[in-house]
């Protein structure tokens, strides 16, 4: 039996950390994950006025809040509550700026016989750029940078004055998250000698019905269909123009994506690029998920919202020479033993030793820790720039 207490208090049932995606004329889009209770992270759309009035202002994309869902406790009795607070950053001092210019200028790119990644997070997203040696480069998914709404991937290598049209070999679309893949049609128009990979549940006949209908709703920002939409119509262009590389690759468990031969110092080395996932199954299960998106008849157009869990999402395995980098993507660990992190580390004929570097998931999710990955292949852990209460 419930006892009302003799003064206020809050019992919390779920607690949730949002980055919120786009903004719309009533409402908000964000990524949710899980902090404390049950239950997958995912993609909502929440109402502005869920948020309290002060902190309106700070919806925008990019931006970091807490939501906690609960019962508040009164002398009255127990109602059902919702707090939904958004983090406040300090703004940029003139001494930030001067400081990130000096730093700036020390920026020089790896040499010939250095394996490099570089991570970047700038407030909401993900993308890795590897330099595997003499200038062969690899991008792993996009994010665009807050200020200038350019890939951050771009932005870095051009700082370093890398020519991207040729020295970028490999573009690579873990999978079709908003934070995953915002500017990734622009990296591979300026990258023109790249090729791309994408999943193979990407290119089932089921997602491209949805990329059909979804893409170019209006809204904000590009949604990451738009992204995919934008790079089929640029693969064929290519195409038209009877380009060499004109067809996204076809990443699948246990396939290689790219293999260069490397100098460094005066040894030579290979250096290959494979993916890990999605399996087979996979494959055939988000085909069967992407299906039951498709809209009815009748139904209000707006944007969609990308399932979770990441099952379709693709990890790397990156080895040069002796030295291995494991790039997990946002794969998840499943109950389904051919499915997520299990298939990987019980059928990958391609993981060899341990990882020099793992980048893991960077949304935290309970679901992307899979013990056995640490114990069998990686011997360090990088993890994406993360902003903390």
């Keep these: 039996m ?198 193979s549940a990407l290119q089932k006949a089921e997602f491209l019905k949805l990329v059909a209908l979804y893409r170019g709703l209006g809204t904000t920002e590009r949604s990451g269909l738009d992204e995919l939409s934008e790079v089929f119509k640029l693969l064929e262009e290519r195409k038209q123009l009877a380009a060499r590389i004109s067809a996204a690759l076809r990443a699948i468990e246990n396939r290689r994506l790219y293999r260069a031969s490397i100098d460094m110092d005066t040894q030579q080395f290979d250096a290959d690029v494979y993916a890990l996932s999605p399996s087979d199954a996979t494959v055939i299960l988000a085909a069967l998920d992407f299906a039951k998106l498709w809209p009815q008849e009748g139904s209000p157009k707006r944007r969609l919202l990308s399932p979770s869990p990441n099952q379709a999402s693709v990890a790397l395995w990156c080895q040069v020479g002796h030295h291995a980098i494991l790039l997990s993507a946002d794969l998840e660990r499943t109950t389904d033993p051919e499915t997520g992190w299990t298939a990987v580390l019980d059928r990958s004929t391609v993981i060899a030793g341990r990882a020099w570097v793992f980048k893991v998931a960077h949304h935290g999710a309970l679901s992307g820790h899979e013990p056995r990955v640490r114990l069998r292949a990686a011997n360090r852990r990088v993890l994406t720039p993360a902003l903390s209460p």
């Design 2 to 199: 419930f006892a009302p207490p003799l003064r206020e208090s809050f019992l919390d049932l779920q607690k949730w950390e949002g980055h919120v995606l786009d903004v719309l004329k009533e409402t908000f889009l964000a990524r949710l994950i899980v902090t404390q209770g049950e239950g997958p992270d995912q993609e909502a759309e929440i109402y502005l006025e869920e948020v309290d009035e002060d902190d309106r202002r700070l919806i925008q994309p990019g931006a970091i809040f807490y939501w906690t869902v609960g019962y508040l406790d009164r002398p009255s009795g127990r109602m059902r509550a919702s707090i939904l607070r958004f983090r406040r950053l300090p703004r940029w001092t003139t001494d930030d700026l001067m400081r990130a210019e000096a730093e700036a200028e020390h920026l020089h790119p790896p040499d010939p016989s250095e394996l490099e990644v570089s991570l970047f997070g700038p407030g909401y997203g993900e993308a890795i750029v590897v330099h595997l040696g003499s200038q062969h480069w690899l991008i792993v998914d996009s994010c665009l940078d807050p200020s200038s709404r350019r890939p951050a991937a771009l932005q870095y290598l051009r700082g370093l004055d890398v020519d991207v049209a040729n020295a970028v070999k490999l573009v690579v679309a873990s999978h079709w998250h908003d934070d995953h893949i915002r500017g990734i049609s622009t990296i591979l128009r300026e990258c023109t000698s790249a090729r791309i990979a994408l999943s």
